[in-house]
């Protein structure tokens, strides 16, 4: 099935460096998602955006809905060690019709050396 | 806590056997949702219900099935197990059919010995 290019597939940062991500798709989406995973446990909602250009941050956090409608990013600014997990990139195609699936990345995963 | 439960949080059986794995939505949420991941494997979509019935099926295996109650928790049943099938199992629940911001449960680790 269709599925999202989310990159890079795993990082691994220092403590305190700003961290980047992005998601990207051959069609337009209406609607990109970003959640966290902590390991052995569910993913847990970070952010939601739903129209193109939207910036919208979460603490440390800021996603943006790209211009074309066809990529997302995840920014995290001064990581910590909690910040370690996998995160995951969610969207929904426009044009889906009945057919309104979520598709969704393969993940980042994220290490924070303290 | 994301208000969604499921049980058990561990499994394990052997192969050929038949387990059920239960979720409960948040309140208020009609949709539920079916996740398989194996170790390093991203979420594979199994199966959507709203309200009770099924919405949408993404690749689940004709040896699993689920279903929706009247009170909106469901169950998914994996039968004839393989040792393959060893993975984690979310349920997610969202207000409405439309597959957008679901909310994740802790999972069900399930191994097949």
């Known amino acids: 099935g269709q599925q999202l290019n989310q990159s890079p597939q795993s990082m691994f940062i220092q403590e305190g460096e700003d961290v980047s991500m992005n998601c990207t798709s051959s069609s337009i989406f209406n609607t990109w998602l970003w959640y966290k995973q902590d390991p052995g446990e569910g993913p847990v909602l970070l952010i939601a955006?739903?129209?193109a250009g939207e910036l919208t941050s979460n603490g440390r956090l800021t996603a943006q809905f790209g211009i074309t409608r066809k990529d997302s990013f995840l920014n995290i600014s001064a990581s910590i060690p909690s910040d370690v997990g996998i995160y995951f990139c969610a969207g929904q195609p426009l044009n889906a019709g009945n057919n309104r699936k979520l598709i969704w990345g393969l993940g980042t995963s994220l290490a924070v050396n303290p | 806590d994301s208000g969604v439960t499921q049980t058990p949080k561990h499994l394990i059986t052997a192969t050929g056997q038949r387990v059920t794995l239960r979720c409960s939505p948040r309140s208020g949420d009609l949709s539920v949702y079916w996740y398989q991941q194996s170790l390093d494997q991203g979420l594979q979509f199994l199966i959507q219900?709203?309200?009770?019935?099924?919405?949408a099926k993404g690749n689940i295996l004709e040896r699993f099935s689920a279903q929706q109650f009247p009170d909106l928790h469901s169950e998914l049943n994996l039968s004839s197990l393989e040792l393959g099938d060893s993975a984690l199992y979310f349920c997610?629940?969202?207000?409405?059919?439309?597959?957008?911001?679901?909310?994740f449960g802790p999972g069900t680790r399930l191994l097949v010995l």
């Open positions: 955006l739903y129209k």
């Open positions: 219900y709203y309200n009770g019935e099924e919405r």
């Open positions: 997610a629940s969202s207000v409405d059919r439309v597959q957008e911001t679901q909310y």
